[in-house]
């Protein structure tokens, strides 16, 4: 099979057709020993993921910033911060990306700032000074916030700085102040530092927490205010005039109209969304309270969308990213079944019509991590602790939430190689490096050919190569089967039916006499039974006038 056939860029809905690869930059590839990753790693990997045959490159922010929350906490949209390196080492990454087919798409905090960025220091220096209302502040009294609202990580959302008399509202960390996008300055201010990004070959941006930027916090809304789609037409108009710059936006809100609204082409906001629907069904409300997946529920969610947006929006497509954890620790097997769960899911997936995202690691089957407490980074989680502790909740069950759900089962280095830290770097990465790096490294994966990154570059190959993919309608089968997940994709003369076993038993699957005769796309075993092995997931194509 063709290694890569390269997109033609020059189509405005070029990424329709593309496979994105996350990047979370602080832990890639180290290349000047502290421990961190940086820009000059990623570009020393670019071969890597040429061969894995990706067309882009979403980098988590690598902007300059006091890194309260790992670079989502911006002190300057126009400059590259220090540990990951200069700004020379940005332009370099991005022509050497590009000459390989690879695009890069930055990741942008709209919503809200560092604390540390200037226009905040300005911000809090008095009522009157012309950046004040860049951010969201309200009269108070030291001990009564203008309301009750929570922050995401915990705590109140309002901050009280004394000599304003005032308090200022965050949805996230007390150093993540929420941006006014009701000033016009303010959007303004964003829309230059996204040109600047564009001049130097930028060609698109994930835009972080993207449907909260609306807020009304007198009327405690923080996602989806009556402005939003408003503001979004003008970041659209103002911000990405070039025809195929590409975005997607983070909404955790979005349900399938919404979704409609924020990718349908004619409305000018954005090319498509990530949307949570999927990644929250095995959650009691939240996210640290896990429930076995109900996979019925999962085909007729994955249905919903594929249907509810086919021809009128865009799907993105995804189990991971840096604050979910790891998907084949999640619904697979991370241990006897470790390759196949990790190839079937990787197949549920890949067979969708949308724009799939793989994120770091995920080609080779990277697994969570258990870490005593001290030993995690991200403050979610030393939140998380501290009150479910003075809550009462046992230790014990805490350290299972962090376990299963923390954002740092997502975050730990790179596996290159069975070098001392992974061949991460040659220093004490920031975090730990998951002890299963002799076995699970990109090396080892390069050196099989059945392993589980060859499966995610055939599956990339395949979109390229059969329009179905990317383009065919979606028919779910046996809905109700608690065991197999199975669905067809018709494009003009083109059927491709997908089928995933995703439990550790063998079960009974009938294909549908359509598929008599079909083609084997790829599968995850060898020879083909008449029972689903555990795991077993396979792609049959027939071709029919
Ligand atoms: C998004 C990011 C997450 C960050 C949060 C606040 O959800 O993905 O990592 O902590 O926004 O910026």
Not at 19 to 38: A, E, H, N, R
């Amino acid at each position: 099979m063709a290694n890569r056939t390269a997109l033609d860029k020059t189509q405005p809905d070029w990424w329709k057709q593309a496979v994105f690869y996350q990047i979370y930059p602080k832990s890639f590839q180290d290349t000047d020993g502290d421990g961190l990753g940086d820009l000059q790693g990623i570009i020393k990997r670019l071969d890597y993921l040429q061969t894995l045959g990706i067309d882009g490159i979403w980098l988590s922010p690598v902007f300059a910033s006091p890194q309260a929350d790992n670079g989502y906490d911006i002190s300057d949209y126009c400059a590259i911060d220090p540990m990951f390196g200069t700004m020379d080492d940005m332009e370099h990454l991005i022509r050497a990306a590009k000459k390989r087919g690879i695009s890069i798409i930055m990741d942008l905090v709209l919503n809200h700032s560092s604390d540390e960025h200037p226009w905040f220091l300005e911000a809090r220096k008095s009522r009157e000074n012309p950046y004040h209302d860049f951010y969201v502040w309200r009269d108070g009294t030291p001990d009564t916030p203008p309301n009750d609202m929570q922050a995401v990580f915990g705590g109140s959302a309002w901050t009280y700085v004394p000599h304003l008399r005032q308090y200022y509202f965050h949805q996230f960390l007390e150093k993540q102040p929420d941006l006014n996008w009701e000033n016009p300055a303010l959007r303004n201010a964003l829309y230059q530092a996204i040109r600047f990004w564009t001049d130097k070959g930028i060609e698109g941006f994930r835009l972080d927490v993207i449907d909260q930027i609306a807020k009304e916090p007198d009327r405690k809304i923080t996602a989806n205010g009556s402005r939003l789609h408003e503001f979004l037409q003008e970041l659209h108009r103002e911000a990405f005039p070039q025809a195929g710059i590409v975005t997607v936006g983070e909404t955790w809100s979005a349900d399938i109209d919404r979704a409609r609204l924020f990718s349908a082409p004619e409305r000018k906001e954005l090319s498509m969304v990530f949307q949570f629907e999927h990644i929250c069904l095995d959650q009691a409300g939240e996210k640290w309270d896990a429930i076995p997946l109900d996979l019925p529920r999962l085909k007729d969610c994955v249905r919903r969308w594929q249907q509810g947006l086919h021809t009128e929006g865009w799907n993105s497509l995804f189990f991971n990213n840096h604050d979910l954890p790891r998907i084949v620790s999640r619904w697979g097997d991370d241990t006897t079944y470790r390759v196949a769960s990790a190839k079937m899911l990787a197949t549920m997936l890949h067979g969708l019509q949308g724009t799939p995202y793989i994120y770091q690691g995920e080609e080779l089957g990277m697994t969570n991590i258990r870490l005593p407490i001290t030993a995690y980074v991200d403050p979610e989680i030393h939140n998380l602790y501290r009150d479910r502790l003075a809550k009462g909740v046992p230790e014990e069950e805490i350290m299972q939430s962090i376990w299963a759900r923390g954002r740092d089962n997502a975050r730990t280095p790179m596996q290159w190689n069975t070098e001392p830290f992974a061949g991460f770097s040659t220093a004490e990465p920031w975090l730990p490096v998951n002890p299963n790096y002799q076995t699970i490294n990109a090396q080892a994966a390069l050196d099989d050919p059945d392993s589980v990154f060859w499966y995610y570059q055939k599956l990339i190959a395949l979109r390229k190569r059969y329009p179905v993919i990317g383009r065919g309608d979606f028919t779910l089968l046996c809905p109700q089967d608690t065991r197999v997940f199975a669905y067809v994709r018709r494009w003009n003369e083109q059927k491709l039916c997908v089928i995933c076993n995703f439990t550790a038993e063998t079960v009974p699957f009938a294909v549908p006499e359509d598929f008599d005769g079909a083609e084997t796309l790829l599968a995850n075993y060898k020879d083909t039974g008449a029972m689903l092995r555990p795991y077993e997931a396979k792609m049959l194509l027939v071709t029919a006038p």
